[in-house]
């Protein structure tokens, strides 16, 4: 029994291998052809070129956003691809107005002028200005502790710094983040008049740096506008009250909410050859904050996203899956895209296996993080190896992304690609946001390596 079994187990076993080594080798093949073809023939570089020069900041509900609608929508049209279509949904529409005006006024008199920008769905100050004094604080707890006779009539200004010895930047932001978006609503509740945060960044320099802020259940009658100021211009108000803690804060802002208005996620697929009916989305956020281009953020995930379709066509590979390309509107205040996505596949009821999201800048890529089980989590590392000739070394668990986040509990694996993070905070919702300030290689290669697990996805599935 033994004896005869023998054989026909080693062939089986041959058999294996030789389909594993074939794999292996064919999959090393098409990575090597993404990422050569990304780098000597991509079009990344000139979408963001047009998305940032020709059209610039993208905020939800305004005329550049509407134009990068129809401008991605119709490089998405060029590429060939089976299906392309504008999903319709309803954003809010924010304006920040004429510039912000603000100065630090000492108890002489002498007024030194600082630079701020007002904070995302802020409301704007009186027609006047305010002029207060300033309380200075590191976070909220303190805010409470300090109580409403220490803040009644004062501008409450939040100085907490991102810490720079975390290795991972987005873990220093997120220690931050509260103060800026819940900031306001909780200084209201002490009677503050105003706020001014501590722009969210490592660096030092003079831009400050817009982010979405909510006031909660505030009601309408007790909003206090909130305003970012930059890292340089934080340090001296921050040094100038430890002098004269009676010096004046001035700021004026005209920032404006409107209703509600039409827009669009555009969305553009290749029809699976086998499983047409499974969706793999690859995506980032076309809108962005007003104050520059939004090239990192999140132009540069736009353009890697239609890259990896477009890469796709070009060295002949048909997917499995149907490969949706996804540009979501509304990510940086309201996430109404994102949400609306999510909505419209439960109630076509269309199964969906895998999403990919580029939102953390055009840097280096380094890898992903994955939002899923212990047994698609195994498959990822068995690809480990074929990432490796591209420096690409980092696959954790963790979290995939704000627009394909709604997904969640419909889709077996969420992905986010993790760029070099070191820079990123430098640009981060601030004025020099610019095409400038991406490298085209390092761009290319996000675009590669996010193809290459897409098309790893697609050819091994999902479990
Ligand atoms: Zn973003």
Same mark, same amino acid.
């Given at each position: 029994?033994?004896?005869?079994?023998?054989?026909?187990?080693?062939?089986?076993?041959?058999?294996?291998?030789?389909?594993?080594?074939?794999?292996?080798?064919?999959?090393?093949?098409?990575?090597?052809?993404?990422?050569?073809?990304?780098?000597?023939?991509?079009?990344?570089?000139?979408?963001?070129?047009?998305?940032?020069?020709?059209?610039?900041?993208?905020?939800?509900?305004?005329?550049?956003?509407?134009?990068?609608?129809?401008?991605?929508?119709?490089?998405?049209?060029?590429?060939?691809?089976?299906?392309?279509?504008?999903?319709?949904?309803?954003?809010?529409?924010?304006?920040?107005?004429?510039?912000?005006?603000?100065?630090?006024?000492?108890?002489?008199?002498?007024?030194?002028?600082?630079?701020?920008?007002?904070?995302?769905?802020?409301?704007?100050?009186? !027609?006047?200005? %305010?002029? +207060?004094?300033?309380?200075?604080?590191? @976070?909220? /707890?303190? &805010?409470?502790? #300090?109580?409403?006779?220490?803040?009644?009539?004062?501008?409450?200004?939040?100085?907490?710094?991102?810490?720079?010895?975390?290795?991972?930047?987005?873990?220093?932001?997120?220690?931050?983040?509260?103060?800026?978006?819940?900031?306001?609503?909780?200084?209201?509740?002490?009677?503050?008049?105003?706020?001014?945060?501590?722009?969210?960044?490592?660096?030092?320099?003079?831009?400050?740096?817009?982010?979405?802020?909510?006031?909660?259940?505030?009601?309408? !009658?007790?909003? %206090?506008? +909130?305003?970012?100021?930059?890292?340089? @211009?934080? /340090?001296? &108000?921050?040094? #100038?009250?430890?002098?004269?803690?009676?010096?004046?804060?001035?700021?004026?802002?005209?920032?404006?909410?409107?209703?509600?208005?039409?827009?669009?996620?555009?969305?553009?697929?290749?029809?699976?050859?086998?499983?047409?009916?499974?969706?793999?989305?690859?995506?980032?956020?076309?809108?962005?904050?007003?104050?520059?281009?939004?090239?990192?953020?999140?132009?540069?995930?736009?353009?890697?996203?239609?890259?990896?379709?477009?890469?796709?066509?070009?060295?002949?590979?048909?997917?499995?899956?149907?490969?949706?390309?996804?540009?979501?509107?509304?990510?940086?205040?309201?996430?109404?895209?994102?949400?609306?996505?999510?909505?419209?596949?439960?109630?076509?009821?269309?199964?969906?296996?895998?999403?990919?999201?580029?939102?953390?800048?055009?840097?280096?890529?380094?890898?992903?993080?994955?939002?899923?089980?212990?047994?698609?989590?195994?498959?990822?590392?068995?690809?480990?190896?074929?990432?490796?000739?591209?420096?690409?070394?980092?696959?954790?668990?963790?979290?995939?992304?704000?627009?394909?986040?709604?997904?969640?509990?419909?889709?077996?694996?969420?992905?986010?690609?993790?760029?070099?993070?070191?820079?990123?905070?430098?640009?981060?919702?601030?004025?020099?946001?610019?095409?400038?300030?991406?490298?085209?290689?390092?761009?290319?290669?996000?675009?590669?390596?996010?193809?290459?697990?897409?098309?790893?996805?697609?050819?091994?599935?999902?479990?």
């Amino acid at each position: 029994m033994k004896i005869s079994l023998l054989p026909t187990l080693l062939f089986t076993l041959l058999i294996s291998f030789v389909s594993i080594s074939q794999n292996a080798v064919q999959d090393s093949v098409m990575l090597k052809k993404l990422y050569t073809t990304a780098l000597t023939d991509g079009k990344a570089y000139d979408w963001l070129d047009y998305l940032s020069n020709e059209i610039g900041g993208r905020l939800s509900g305004s005329y550049e956003a509407e134009l990068a609608v129809i401008y991605t929508e119709a490089e998405l049209k060029e590429l060939g691809l089976d299906k392309v279509w504008l999903q319709p949904v309803m954003v809010p529409k924010w304006t920040r107005g004429f510039k912000e005006y603000a100065y630090i006024e000492s108890p002489t008199g002498d007024k030194t002028i600082t630079n701020i920008c007002a904070l995302g769905g802020s409301v704007p100050t009186p !027609n006047l200005g %305010i002029k +207060a004094e300033v309380v200075e604080v590191k @976070g909220l /707890e303190e &805010l409470a502790a #300090l109580g409403r006779e220490k803040l009644e009539g004062k501008i409450v200004f939040y100085n907490r710094p991102m810490q720079p010895e975390l290795i991972q930047t987005f873990e220093a932001y997120g220690g931050c983040v509260d103060q800026r978006y819940s900031g306001a609503a909780e200084a209201a509740k002490f009677g503050a008049v105003g706020v001014i945060v501590r722009s969210l960044s490592l660096r030092m320099d003079d831009f400050p740096h817009t982010g979405a802020m909510s006031y909660g259940d505030t009601p309408v !009658n007790q909003r %206090i506008p +909130a305003a970012a100021i930059s890292t340089n @211009g934080a /340090e001296y &108000l921050s040094s #100038l009250l430890k002098l004269q803690p009676n010096l004046l804060f001035y700021f004026k802002q005209n920032c404006k909410t409107f209703d509600d208005v039409q827009s669009y996620n555009v969305i553009g697929e290749i029809t699976g050859s086998t499983k047409p009916n499974e969706y793999m989305v690859v995506g980032g956020h076309l809108d962005s904050w007003d104050l520059a281009d939004g090239a990192h953020d999140d132009g540069a995930g736009c353009v890697q996203s239609m890259e990896v379709l477009r890469l796709f066509k070009k060295v002949g590979y048909r997917p499995n899956h149907t490969i949706r390309v996804v540009l979501f509107m509304n990510e940086e205040n309201g996430l109404r895209g994102g949400k609306k996505y999510a909505e419209e596949a439960k109630r076509k009821n269309e199964t969906h296996r895998f999403a990919l999201e580029s939102d953390a800048g055009g840097f280096t890529p380094r890898g992903f993080t994955f939002d899923t089980d212990a047994a698609n989590f195994k498959k990822v590392q068995s690809w480990e190896g074929l990432f490796k000739p591209y420096l690409i070394h980092y696959f954790e668990k963790g979290y995939g992304g704000a627009d394909i986040g709604p997904l969640k509990g419909n889709i077996n694996v969420l992905a986010g690609l993790r760029p070099d993070s070191q820079r990123y905070f430098d640009y981060h919702h601030a004025a020099n946001d610019t095409f400038d300030a991406v490298n085209k290689r390092e761009l290319e290669l996000g675009a590669a390596t996010m193809a290459s697990l897409v098309y790893l996805f697609d050819k091994y599935g999902t479990e």
